[in-house]
């Protein structure tokens, strides 16, 4: 009860409230790193007053949005579009649930002039064999088809009240068919879609990212997943290319850096 008057009061204090939530949050040092970054970078080209606007945007979002992920990990991804802007392509994300990281990646793609491309069944899940994850963070997840539903127009409602819907692009349905027909080039990818056949399909979009491009992903926690990330073969024999690097900035967020002169 007292914790929670605390907080309502806290709120009018924005942005030390922020602080104090991300002091609460499991990746605090990775939080506070990208605020920061994202406060003084030289390589953003945009106003502190904008930079600022983004993160009270973001902060928003998460108040008003349900989402499956923590302030890091979308931060992490939007930094990097900022400071990559001048990077020749699209952006795309992969699984969007309620839309509150699309409305974030959207915001941030509007003020870089690019594209957000969204993919998603808007149907949650679909059928797998996976099995239940142990995660490395000590929890047990157990998927089911439907799970982590968002429907088409609760995703653009929040997009459109939250985000920038005019920088979106939706691409509707299981990755298996939607992925396919894709071949523009990539400059960042954020990927959270929780099954290893989902990422061997997304990972068909491999090759679209260019030169200096980053795919993030959110699952390096799930460990049937973290296998594929890591298995020569896979990369070799599914998608054609060198296993790409991957780098942890936490136990579930990483990137996949893009292989020089893939698209060429
Ligand atoms: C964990 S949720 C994404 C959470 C979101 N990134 C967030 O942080 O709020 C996983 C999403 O991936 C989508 N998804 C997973 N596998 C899919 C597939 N094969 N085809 C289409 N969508 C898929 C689900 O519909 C769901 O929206």
């Not at 108040?63 to 795309?92: K, M, R, W």
Request: hydrophobic letters at 40%; a positive charge.
């Amino acid at each position: 009860m007292l914790s929670k008057q605390v907080a309502k009061h806290a709120r009018k204090f924005f942005p030390a409230y922020v602080i104090v939530r991300t002091l609460k949050g499991k990746s605090v040092l990775l939080t506070l790193k990208f605020i920061v970054r994202l406060l003084i970078s030289k390589r953003i080209r945009l106003s502190l007053s904008h930079r600022i606007a983004l993160l009270i945007q973001m902060y928003r979002i998460d108040q008003n949005v349900p989402s499956a992920h923590s302030f890091d990990e979308y931060l992490a991804c939007c930094v990097f579009i900022l400071e990559n802007d001048t990077l020749e392509g699209s952006i795309l994300e992969a699984g969007a649930y309620k839309g509150a990281g699309t409305a974030k990646l959207s915001i941030v793609a509007r003020a870089c002039r690019k594209k957000l491309f969204v993919f998603d069944s808007f149907a949650g899940l679909p059928n797998h064999s996976d099995p239940v994850a142990i995660t490395t963070l000590g929890y047990t997840r157990r998927f089911a088809k439907g799970d982590y539903c968002g429907t088409f127009n609760e995703v653009l409602s929040n997009v459109t009240k939250y985000g920038a819907i005019e920088s979106c692009v939706f691409v509707r349905g299981y990755f298996e068919e939607t992925i396919r027909d894709f071949n523009e080039p990539l400059m960042a990818v954020f990927s959270d879609v929780d099954l290893v056949s989902s990422y061997k399909s997304c990972f068909q979009l491999f090759p679209c990212l260019v030169e200096g491009g980053k795919w993030f992903t959110q699952d390096a926690h799930i460990p049937a997943v973290y296998n594929l990330f890591v298995d020569d073969r896979f990369w070799e024999n599914d998608i054609g290319i060198k296993k790409p690097q991957l780098t942890l900035l936490s136990r579930r967020l990483g990137y996949f850096s893009s292989i020089p002169a893939i698209r060429s």
